[in-house]
């Protein structure tokens, strides 16, 4: 709303410099005194109140350029300059109206004569001109208020013209017509500043709602990682920390009773200290490296499998089907999540001895992951187990669709499907 009041203002003064331009090359040309451009002979000379119709332009014009004062008048700097100038401009048009031909008159002191002549037809479209500027500043209220100032004006002038006398009907004839201009163009362009004004709300109610989508999406992920983190940490670090403690007190008791077994002991806690060194850097790994960003879903499901394939000797088995289409990074890096989750549940429960990962491009994206292991009951899974309420909760981030397909010895199939990935 300021930049448009600010430029509404910038254009009015441009308007009042127009005029002082057009004003002066007036009198310039008429100061000339060219046979063609000399006023003609049936050109009337203004009545003596055509110099107290100009003032009110003068001290508009001196008003709007004046510098400092539209900060020290503040919101209602335009309003004024705006009613300032449809006071100014609606006399001079009225005069101009009622005196066809008429012309100011000014005898230089060597006789010369400079004459300055009014045109209505160009001070209507000068009195139109800030009626547009408020509509455009205030919408469609404002444009109303503006014209009707200007026609109220204008009525005025009938009204004194008639008391002193002078014939009205011309004026009155065309009456109409200069009323139905000053409201047509200033009521479309409220009309047209209105929709763009609630138009642009909405798009910035849009705009902040999607901010506030994108932050709780980003705290939700936020929060997803630590507890991924955590949990990383507690079965990488803290069982091997655990399993080292127990080795250690076992070992310091053989040391006493069988000193064979102490040192048979403590080559396997070098072997399990070797192991739990090398899930906590696989762990640091795992934060520090985006996969998916940087190489591609499916470039980056190829990877997590073969390392998933050598850490426990399972038979792993990726496949891409379908063309390709974009996805969005909140949505490509939650299937990358999601499928890593389920490959952490078969490591820990499934017990089996091949895996097959599948990607497939065709009305919207599927990612699956298929295991040969001992499966389970999916209605009887408890509600607590974090593996499966984890891939629900990032499913749900993305709007996508999850499946489990298992039952008791025959393996387990876990499907999650994004339905749309490449809407914006």
């Not at 936020?222 to 069982?239: F, Q, V």
């Not at 009887?380 to 984890?390: A, F, K």
Request: with cysteine.
């Amino acid at each position: 709303m300021n930049n448009i009041v600010r430029n509404t203002t910038r254009v009015l003064r441009g308007l009042f410099a127009f005029r002082a331009f057009i004003t002066v090359f007036s009198v310039l040309v008429f100061a000339v005194r060219w046979s063609v451009l000399s006023p003609p002979d049936r050109f009337r000379p203004s009545s003596p109140l055509a110099i107290p119709f100009l003032l009110p332009t003068l001290i508009t014009a001196i008003f709007l350029f004046i510098p400092g004062l539209e900060k020290r008048v503040g919101r209602s700097y335009l309003p004024l300059s705006l009613a300032m100038a449809i006071l100014s401009f609606s006399l001079e048009s009225g005069i101009a109206y009622l005196n066809p031909g008429a012309r100011i008159r000014v005898t230089l002191p060597r006789g010369r004569e400079i004459s300055v002549f009014w045109a209505s037809t160009e001070l209507i479209l000068l009195t139109l001109a800030p009626c547009v500027l408020a509509g455009a500043a205030y919408g469609l209220r404002g444009a109303i208020k503006a014209s009707t100032f200007a026609t109220l004006i204008h009525l005025a002038l009938g009204v004194a013209v008639q008391l002193s006398g002078t014939p009205l009907h011309s004026f009155l004839i065309l009456l109409p017509l200069r009323i139905a201009i000053v409201y047509a163009f200033p009521a479309i362009t409220g009309y047209l500043a209105d929709t763009w004004r609630h138009e642009h709300d909405a798009v910035q109610e849009a705009n902040r709602q999607l901010r506030g989508y994108a932050a709780t999406i980003e705290n939700l992920a936020t929060s997803r990682e630590r507890i991924r983190l955590a949990r990383a940490m507690h079965d990488t670090l803290a069982h091997s920390l655990s399993a080292l403690v127990i080795q250690f007190e076992a070992i310091d008791v053989l040391q006493e009773t069988d000193p064979i077994a102490a040192r048979t002991q403590l080559k396997k806690v070098k072997q399990l200290a070797r192991v739990g060194l090398e899930e906590t850097r696989q762990a640091i790994l795992d934060l520090r490296f985006s996969p998916v960003e940087e190489l591609g879903l499916a470039a980056a499901l190829e990877g997590l499998l073969k390392r998933f394939g050598q850490r426990n000797g399972m038979r792993t088995h990726c496949t891409v089907e379908g063309e390709p289409v974009p996805l969005l990074p909140v949505q490509a890096n939650a299937l990358f999540r999601i499928a890593e989750e389920a490959l952490d549940n078969v490591e820990r429960h499934a017990e089996a001895s091949s895996l097959t990962v599948r990607l497939a491009y065709g009305n919207g994206v599927t990612v699956s992951v298929q295991d040969d292991g001992q499966g389970f009951d999916p209605s009887d899974v408890d509600p607590e187990s974090y593996g499966l309420v984890g891939i629900y909760e990032r499913a749900a981030l993305v709007e996508a669709q999850v499946t489990v397909d298992s039952a008791p010895h025959e393996g387990t199939t876990l499907a999650v499907h994004i339905a749309e990935p490449w809407e914006d």
